[in-house]
């Protein structure tokens, strides 16, 4: 009687339907580069206009932008107090994107573990407009 039970128990868990696990969302917001491969390409989750191209072994990072012709091209971005590389022969920086808020791309040295994150400042250009500033300031300790 008990594997009666025991079996009509199993029989209605496999008829009842699973919800399955939902896909991850993050498969191309990065690439998957080789090993000693020198760029990456990565995008935030959270908006396209957060859209890197890092040179692993020297540390330059550029943001993906509109050109005057509405086609885009890679601008080169601030990193303050990156180290220069004398003669790269191999990746020595990561990128990193959190899905919760933009704040958190980071930028860091592999081999010393100095960190950057992303800044966003605005200043009163000659003109007097107002323009956004994208940096990547060295976190404090």
């Known amino acids: 009687m008990i ?3 025991a079996l009509v128990v199993v029989a209605m868990n496999l008829a009842v339907p699973v919800r399955a696990q939902d896909q ?3 498969i191309h917001q990065a ?3 080789a090993a000693d491969a ?3 390409v990565l995008q935030s989750e959270l908006a396209a206009r957060w859209t890197f191209r890092l040179d692993r072994f020297t540390g330059r990072v550029a943001q993906l932008v509109k050109d005057k012709n509405d086609g885009h091209t890679w601008e080169d971005m601030e990193v303050i107090d990156r180290p220069a590389v004398a003669s790269p022969q191999r990746p020595r920086f990561q990128l990193f ?3 919760l808020a933009a704040r958190y ?5 592999t081999d010393t573990g100095k960190t950057w994150e992303i800044s966003t400042f605005k200043r009163r250009a000659t003109d007097g ?3 956004e500033l994208v940096v990547w300031q060295p976190f404090t300790q």
């Open 3 to 5: 594997r009666c039970a």
């Open 24 to 26: 991850p969302n993050n």
């Open 31 to 33: 690439t998957i580069p």
């Open 38 to 40: 020198r760029f990456e």
């Open 97 to 99: 994107s959190s899905g």
């Open 105 to 109: 791309t980071l930028l860091i040295d």
């Open 129 to 131: 407009s107002e323009q």
